[in-house]
């Protein structure tokens, strides 16, 4: 809060999006547990489900019990219906092992911590998008507040947005890109 304890607007798009990126870095590390404790009871799953926030939600639905993959209405609503029946015919190969209870339940609180998680950043994206006619209401008309929000969101706020030139903002985008080897954040 300011000296007249009016909240700053564009303080507060920074610090939110301070917070998706450490969200995000969360994130990155529960898959990472998550793959690596699961491998053990399923280790091709990685390959066949790439996105990290499926392959949580993948884990927390099937568990020990790899014939879940049948006729799996949850199943259904996180991959497609092609991957469902490459997870199900790879499941009755794999060399996996059972896990133990114990793993078990600190995959399936990972797995729920991952979602939690996830749902937190989808509501300060949420928030940071309704406030953006207010923040920088000039660029949210042009390109829309969803894509303005993460605009600012990589320039690293209004005050860095607008002082950069406009040759720069294509590359805003490639940003992400440069960096996909190294992690799933920017």
Known sequence: YGPSGVRPRIQTHRCS???????????????????????????????????SLDYVR???????????????????????NATIMVVSVTASTTQGTMLGDDELKKLEEACDMALELNQSKHQ?????ESRMSFIAPNVSIIVGAST???????????????????????LLGAQRRTLSGFSSTS
């Open 17 to 51: 999006h301070n917070l998706t990126v450490e969200i995000e870095n969360e994130l990155n590390i529960i898959h990472k547990f998550t793959r690596d404790k699961y491998s053990k009871r399923f280790p091709e799953l990685e390959s066949l489900v790439p996105t």
């Open 58 to 80: 993948t884990v927390k639905e099937l568990g020990n019990n790899l014939d879940k993959c049948k006729n799996n209405e949850n199943l259904q609503q996180i991959l497609t």
């Open 124 to 128: 300060i994206y949420e928030y940071v």
């Open 148 to 170: 303005a929000a993460k605009i600012m969101g990589i320039a690293g706020g209004l005050t860095n947005l607008a002082k950069m030139p406009a040759c720069n903002l294509m």
